[in-house]
């Protein structure tokens, strides 16, 4: 195969950091590699697709998505996040929240225009921007600052390229949160730099102790953030691609154009399960999200315990330890625990520069497979790591 088939931007991408690790799982390894809810979409959801396919709902919606659906939506984020949006104008329904941060990247982006990406960072973000032409900006958070973005750390990368800052908050890897005293002074460097905000909130309704807050709900904020949310993690429904993108009516329109030119609309019973789980899965969710609760608690405690430092997250799924006092590279650390102790996480290095010396784990899981892993971890720990094996 010639060489000048592939976009040179396209052969530049590297695969994948956390599919690597997620591809080389047995049935003799606990994964918890995968951010992927371990529960199942509640049973009246999938009852109401169910009786949707039944009456025929197999077609096309509109390209922004059924009616009923963003009007959900807006009703949804207005009594939760205090974010109010016309459903006509100013959101539209996409294929997973992925599709949502292409689309906003793809929009946005002239060549050369930087994007400020705060680091660890969900791995996309990256390759998505340098596909658009996008020049990344990685600005580090640390442990110390329990991974929040400073506004005196994002204004020492600021130029005058800057035209992009994606926020993902709370955060994959870290679950960092991000409360409003935080948010204020980089709504003001946004501002004062006339910067788009591409605000990804798909781990919004998992925030542990204090209620998330939007940027886009600031003074000032509205009209250049795009919220990028949808149903895949609070609401257990990954398989069924439904994501939705909200903002002012210029940016979504010209969003709304690609989506219709590529994607066309987001799958009609996924759209239907989303309705059904705004309308009567609430409840559901609120469960889920205590039994994440505990499982984060006593996965913070138990990692503590067997000698990797953790801080605490406030959101998400996941929990980022340091493994840096055991003098293995974050791949090193995570390729030994996948050997010799049958456990997968991540390491840190594939989310950014920041996440060097930490690994991901993910309390999706459930409690007993958690417990499973920090045995296994346990037994890791008391060898003489420093050694090749």
């Given at each position: 195969?010639?060489?000048?088939?592939?976009?040179?931007?396209?052969?530049?991408?590297?695969?994948?950091?956390?599919?690597?690790?997620?591809?080389?799982?047995?049935?003799?390894?606990?994964?918890?590699?995968?951010?992927?809810?371990?529960?199942?979409?509640?049973?009246?959801?999938?009852?109401?697709?169910?009786?949707?396919?039944?009456?025929?709902?197999?077609?096309?919606?509109?390209?922004?998505?059924?009616?009923?659906?963003?009007?959900?939506?807006?009703?949804?984020?207005?009594?939760?996040?205090?974010?109010?949006?016309?459903?006509?104008?100013?959101?539209?329904?996409?294929?997973?929240?992925?599709?949502?941060?292409?689309?906003?990247?793809?929009?946005?982006?002239?060549?050369?225009?930087?994007?400020?990406?705060?680091?660890?960072?969900?791995?996309?973000?990256?390759?998505?921007?340098q596909l658009h032409g996008g020049k990344v900006v990685e600005v580090q958070t640390s442990a110390r600052e329990q991974?929040?973005?400073?506004?005196?750390?994002?204004?020492?990368?600021?130029?005058?390229?800057?035209?992009?800052?994606?926020?993902?908050?709370?955060?994959?890897?870290?679950?960092?949160?991000?409360?409003?005293?935080?948010?204020?002074?980089?709504?003001?460097?946004?501002?004062?730099?006339?910067?788009?905000?591409?605000?990804?909130?798909?781990?919004?309704?998992?925030?542990?102790?204090?209620?998330?807050?939007?940027?886009?709900?600031?003074?000032?904020?509205?009209?250049?953030?795009?919220?990028?949310?949808?149903?895949?993690?609070?609401?257990?429904?990954?398989?069924?691609?439904?994501?939705?993108?909200?903002?002012?009516?210029?940016?979504?329109?010209?969003?709304?154009?690609?989506?219709?030119?590529?994607?066309?609309?987001?799958?009609?019973?996924?759209?239907?399960?989303?309705?059904?789980?705004?309308?009567?899965?609430?409840?559901?969710?609120?469960?889920?999200?205590?039994?994440?609760?505990?499982?984060?608690?006593?996965?913070?405690?138990?990692?503590?315990?067997?000698?990797?430092?953790?801080?605490?997250?406030?959101?998400?799924?996941?929990?980022?330890?340091?493994?840096?006092?055991?003098?293995?590279?974050?791949?090193?650390?995570?390729?030994?625990?996948?050997?010799?102790?049958?456990?997968?996480?991540?390491?840190?290095?594939?989310?950014?520069?920041?996440?060097?010396?930490?690994?991901?784990?993910?309390?999706?899981?459930?409690?007993?497979?958690?417990?499973?892993?920090?045995?296994?971890?346990?037994?890791?720990?008391?060898?003489?790591?420093?050694?090749?094996?």
């Amino acid at each position: 195969m010639s060489k000048d088939w592939i976009n040179p931007l396209v052969r530049e991408i590297p695969p994948s950091g956390i599919r690597a690790f997620v591809g080389a799982v047995d049935k003799d390894v606990v994964s918890l590699a995968v951010g992927e809810p371990d529960f199942v979409t509640p049973r009246p959801v999938v009852e109401a697709c169910i009786t949707a396919l039944n009456q025929g709902a197999m077609g096309y919606t509109p390209n922004a998505g059924l009616v009923e659906l963003r009007e959900e939506i807006a009703c949804y984020l207005h009594a939760r996040f205090q974010l109010s949006y016309d459903p006509a104008t100013e959101m539209f329904v996409t294929v997973g929240s992925s599709e949502a941060v292409d689309l906003a990247l793809r929009t946005i982006l002239k060549q050369g225009d930087e994007v400020l990406v705060p680091t660890p960072s969900y791995i996309a973000y990256t390759p998505l921007a340098q596909l658009h032409g996008g020049k990344v900006v990685e600005v580090q958070t640390s442990a110390r600052e329990q991974f929040k973005l400073r506004a005196w750390e994002l204004r020492r990368h600021l130029t005058p390229r800057s035209k992009v800052l994606i926020l993902n908050y709370p955060n994959n890897p870290t679950g960092a949160l991000m409360t409003r005293e935080d948010l204020v002074p980089i709504a003001e460097l946004a501002i004062a730099h006339d910067l788009i905000v591409i605000s990804d909130e798909i781990y919004a309704e998992l925030s542990y102790g204090q209620r998330h807050t939007s940027i886009a709900s600031l003074p000032g904020m509205k009209e250049r953030t795009l919220v990028i949310s949808g149903f895949s993690k609070a609401f257990a429904m990954t398989g069924w691609r439904v994501g939705y993108v909200c903002g002012n009516n210029e940016l979504i329109a010209a969003m709304l154009k690609i989506h219709q030119y590529t994607a066309m609309c987001a799958p009609v019973l996924g759209q239907v399960a989303a309705i059904a789980s705004l309308r009567s899965g609430l409840s559901d969710m609120h469960l889920m999200i205590e039994s994440y609760n505990q499982r984060r608690q006593w996965l913070v405690s138990a990692l503590q315990d067997v000698g990797l430092p953790c801080h605490e997250p406030e959101g998400a799924f996941y929990v980022f330890p340091s493994i840096a006092h055991t003098g293995l590279s974050s791949e090193e650390f995570a390729l030994r625990l996948l050997k010799e102790a049958g456990v997968a996480a991540v390491p840190g290095h594939v989310f950014g520069a920041g996440g060097e010396g930490h690994i991901r784990c993910s309390y999706a899981a459930g409690l007993p497979q958690l417990q499973e892993a920090l045995q296994r971890i346990e037994k890791l720990m008391r060898l003489p790591l420093r050694q090749s094996s």
